[in-house]
């Protein structure tokens, strides 16, 4: 990944994580580049990306600015870090539905070889303005990893920070998979969207270090609230 990128992702994943009442204006490019390790002109190549994206406002001698109606909905991309997979997750407001120990389903088997159960825990996210549903996830986790997850620590962050940072789970990768599907009985009920309309379908696979799945995550997005975004970047 470029550098540049990764510095947007890390920042992009705090400006969503904020405080309600933390203040909107972020410090300089020079202090930001201080504090990421980076160059003017890299700091510089990432906020114009969160400009871009309508998370923060520029103003000549009078410095850059969080956007407070900024819409937090964005793309869903398959390039990142931990960091970029949380910003991905993070700004909405969050409601546990609910967990338990389940057999482990079928179309996992192959990702829990050693498990005869996994925990499954589901949320709903809403917009943190509107209170608009846009999207919900089912997780299934390892049961010994499970058992030191917090449930208000969910209400609070995603699922990857959870694991990363408050349980500690050493992740190696991430892959993703994001495909195009209709929303079912459920999906349309929890999303207020009429049945088998579109929906993007991701599935987040997490590895530890030992190359083992601690988590498979299956987060179903509104197809007008969301775009599927791939970048590309030459060598």
């Given at each position: 990944?470029?550098?540049?990128?990764?510095?947007?992702?890390?920042?992009?994943?705090?400006?969503?994580?904020r405080p309600?009442?933390?203040?909107?204006?972020?410090?300089?490019?020079?202090?930001?580049?201080?504090?990421?390790?980076?160059?003017?002109?890299?700091?510089?190549?990432?906020?114009?990306?969160?400009?871009?994206?309508?998370?923060?406002?520029?103003?000549?001698?009078?410095?850059?600015?969080?956007?407070?109606?900024?819409?937090?909905?964005?793309?869903?991309?398959?390039?990142?870090?931990?960091?970029?997979?949380?910003?991905?997750?993070?700004?909405?407001?969050?409601?546990?539905?609910?967990?338990?120990?389940?057999?482990?389903?079928?179309?996992?088997?192959?990702?829990?070889?050693?498990?005869?159960?996994?925990?499954?825990?589901?949320?709903?996210?809403?917009?943190?303005?509107?209170?608009?549903?846009?999207?919900?996830?089912?997780?299934?986790?390892?049961?010994?990893?499970?058992?030191?997850?917090?449930?208000?620590?969910?209400?609070r962050w995603?699922?990857?920070?959870?694991?990363?940072?408050?349980?500690?789970?050493?992740?190696?990768?991430?892959?993703?998979?994001?495909?195009?599907?209709?929303?079912?009985?459920?999906?349309?009920?929890?999303?207020?969207?009429?049945?088998?309309?579109?929906?993007?379908?991701?599935?987040?696979?997490?590895?530890?270090?030992?190359?083992?799945?601690?988590?498979?995550?299956?987060?179903?997005?509104?197809?007008?609230?969301?775009?599927?975004?791939?970048?590309?970047?030459?060598?």
């Amino acid at each position: 990944m470029p550098l540049w990128y990764q510095v947007s992702q890390s920042l992009r994943a705090s400006i969503l994580g904020r405080p309600q009442d933390a203040s909107l204006r972020l410090p300089t490019e020079e202090q930001l580049a201080t504090h990421y390790g980076v160059s003017v002109l890299t700091m510089r190549q990432a906020l114009k990306e969160l400009e871009t994206e309508g998370l923060i406002s520029r103003h000549r001698r009078r410095g850059t600015f969080i956007e407070p109606r900024a819409r937090r909905a964005t793309p869903v991309r398959l390039l990142g870090s931990v960091d970029a997979i949380v910003a991905q997750q993070s700004g909405d407001a969050t409601t546990v539905l609910g967990h338990g120990t389940v057999p482990v389903p079928g179309d996992l088997a192959e990702f829990f070889p050693d498990c005869g159960e996994v925990v499954s825990f589901r949320r709903l996210r809403r917009d943190g303005e509107s209170g608009e549903p846009t999207n919900w996830a089912e997780n299934a986790v390892r049961p010994e990893v499970a058992a030191r997850i917090d449930l208000t620590d969910l209400e609070r962050w995603p699922m990857t920070k959870v694991l990363h940072d408050i349980v500690g789970v050493k992740i190696s990768r991430i892959t993703d998979t994001v495909e195009a599907r209709l929303a079912d009985p459920i999906t349309a009920d929890l999303l207020q969207v009429p049945l088998l309309s579109p929906i993007l379908h991701y599935t987040g696979v997490t590895y530890d270090e030992k190359g083992r799945v601690v988590d498979v995550a299956r987060i179903r997005y509104r197809g007008d609230r969301f775009s599927f975004s791939l970048t590309v970047e030459a060598r």
